[in-house]
């Protein structure tokens, strides 16, 4: 028995990912997202779909950890 089962069409699918918050953490995460999708899109599988939701503007304070650039 699986502890943590998962539904047998994510594996055939495009995966539906809601990401909320673009900052210090959610740009890491975004980041991870890109790298895991291009391994599985590899593999066969058909990819993520990500929607990032997130309020905040980008200041001085918060490009320092995140991944965004002054540009």
Do not use: C, K
Request: proline share 6%; no cysteine; charged share 20%.
């Amino acid at each position: 028995m699986r502890m943590f089962p998962i539904p047998e069409d994510w594996a055939e699918r495009v995966l539906r990912i809601d990401l909320i918050g673009a900052s210090g953490t959610g740009s890491q995460v975004a980041d991870q997202l890109a790298s895991m999708e291009t391994t599985l899109r590899a593999l066969g599988h058909p990819g993520f779909e990500v929607t990032v939701y997130d309020g905040d503007l980008v200041t001085n304070a918060s490009v320092g950890r995140s991944r965004f650039t002054p540009a």
